[in-house]
């Protein structure tokens, strides 16, 4: 148990849905973020949000919109996705935002797009 | 802009020791941190270097030196449960957002 939970575990959508992924962090953090991780890829920082603001954004499609409306929670909401943006989508927290900082991921949620 | 490169892949036997290694190009360097990851499993930590040196963390022991761009994690007395895959990663602009290596799988063999 890492501290930072995430839900649901598994999503099948179809590429005219809306759902959201969700993130809860127990730890007191102040720093959280989402990544995507697609099967032989690094894993790829797509948004984070330090003390619920957004600092950064890496170019990620407009049918991703992240969410942070308190420190221990973060959305990641979903509209008109395509099929390769199926992978395991990963929150993480860090205390703050210095190099030397531990991240802390969830278990990830795993989605398919079909 | 930021890259991490390490082997795609190395297998041991129990009770080796095994270098995981980590090149990487940065524009501004903080640190190397390690990760480990089994199969559905989170990402967890296993170390950070900041300075040029070896950091010893159990079995784990991390290295780093900053002007060669390069690192390596070395894992000893291996066992099964330390097939995982593992992952380099350097925080980026500013000390934050993390980038990480494609990652290397480990599959120790009985």
């Known amino acids: 148990e890492t501290g930072v939970t995430q839900t649901p575990r598994h999503l099948v959508m179809g590429m005219t849905n809306k759902k959201s992924l969700k993130c809860e962090q127990h730890l007191g953090h102040n720093a959280m973020y989402w990544y995507k991780q697609s099967a032989k890829k690094p894993l790829e920082l797509m948004f984070v949000?330090?003390?619920?603001?957004?600092?950064e954004n890496n170019s990620v499609p407009s049918r991703f919109s992240p969410e942070c409306p308190n420190s221990s929670h973060l959305f990641l909401h979903l509209h008109t996705l395509q099929p390769e943006d199926s992978a395991l989508y990963l929150c993480?927290?860090?205390?703050?935002?210095?190099?030397?900082?531990?991240?802390?991921f969830g278990s990830g949620t795993q989605l398919s797009v079909l | 802009g930021q890259s991490l490169e390490q082997p795609s892949e190395v297998t041991a036997v129990e009770g080796a020791i095994v270098q995981i290694n980590c090149t990487y190009q940065?524009?501004?360097?903080?640190?190397l941190s390690w990760y480990q990851q089994h199969d559905g499993g989170a990402p967890t930590f296993l170390s950070y270097?900041?300075?040029?040196g070896l950091e010893e963390t159990g079995r784990f022991s991390s290295f780093l030196s900053r002007s060669d761009s390069y690192g390596y994690l070395l894992l000893q007395e291996l066992q099964m449960k330390d097939s995982a895959s593992y992952f380099c990663?350097?925080?980026?602009?500013?000390?934050?957002?993390?980038?990480f290596g494609p990652g290397t799988r480990l599959s120790v063999l009985p």
């Open positions: 990663a350097a925080p980026g602009a500013y000390g934050q957002n993390f980038v």
């Open positions: 940065t524009s501004g360097f903080y640190g």
């Open positions: 949000y330090s003390l619920e603001e957004r600092v």
């Open positions: 270097n900041a300075l040029d």
């Open positions: 993480a927290s860090s205390q703050g935002l210095i190099s030397n900082e531990k991240l802390f």
